[in-house]
C-alpha cells in the first residue's frame, strides 16, 4: 500500500465515531418532521397548517346506567374507549391511543352526541365535534387521552340523546 492513499481502516473507523450522531439527529429529524402526503378528500381537515386524518371512529349507543335511568349519567364504551354523558349535559371521555410508529404525530380525540337507531345506524348528530387537546406520541407508545365539558342543550334535548360518536385525529407522521 503506498503512502499516498489512506489506509482503509482509518477511514472506516471514522465513519463509525460518526454513527452516533447520524443516529441521534436522524431520530430528532424524525420526530421535528411531519408527513403531509395525505389527500384531504378522505375525511382529513386542516389543523394549524397540517393536515388531520381521521385514524379511528365509534359511533356507541347510550346506555342508562344505575337504577333511575332518567337522573343518573348514561355511558357509552367500547375497547380502549369510555365515557358519559349527565342528565344536565355534562360528559367525560377517556381513550387509549396508540402510535404505531417511531416517527412522531400529534393526536387528539373528539366526542359528539346524536339520535338516531339503537345500534347508533341512521344517526342524526345533534351537535359539533368538541376535541381534546392534541398530544405528540412516538416510538409505538400508547397514551390515555381524557376530556370532559359540556353541552349546549336543554334538558329535554339532552334526554333525546342516544349516541355517542367518538373520533380519533392525527396530524404528523400517523400510523
Known amino acids: 500500500m503506498s503512502d499516498s492513499q489512506p489506509n482503509l481502516r482509518t477511514r472506516f473507523s471514522g465513519s463509525i465515531r460518526l454513527l452516533p450522531l447520524v443516529t441521534v439527529a436522524m431520530m430528532t429529524l424524525g420526530c421535528a418532521s411531519t408527513d403531509m402526503s395525505q389527500d384531504a378528500s378522505q375525511g382529513e381537515t386542516e389543523q394549524a397548517g397540517q393536515t388531520a386524518r381521521l385514524v379511528r371512529q365509534f359511533d356507541l349507543p347510550l346506555l342508562a346506567s344505575g337504577s333511575a335511568p332518567t337522573t343518573a349519567a348514561r355511558n357509552f364504551q367500547a375497547p380502549g374507549v369510555r365515557g358519559s354523558l349527565t342528565p344536565s349535559g355534562d360528559w367525560t371521555l377517556r381513550v387509549e391511543v396508540t402510535h404505531p410508529r417511531l416517527r412522531c404525530a400529534s393526536y387528539e380525540v373528539g366526542l359528539r352526541f346524536g339520535t338516531g337507531n339503537a345500534d347508533c345506524s341512521g344517526v342524526n348528530w345533534s351537535t359539533p365535534t368538541a376535541f381534546t387537546s392534541p398530544r405528540p406520541q412516538c416510538n409505538n ?35
Open 141 to 175: 407508545a400508547s397514551q390515555v387521552h381524557t376530556g370532559s365539558g359540556t353541552l349546549a342543550s336543554s334538558a329535554p334535548e339532552i334526554a333525546t340523546l342516544n349516541c355517542a360518536r367518538v373520533v380519533v385525529r392525527c396530524t404528523g407522521a400517523c400510523g
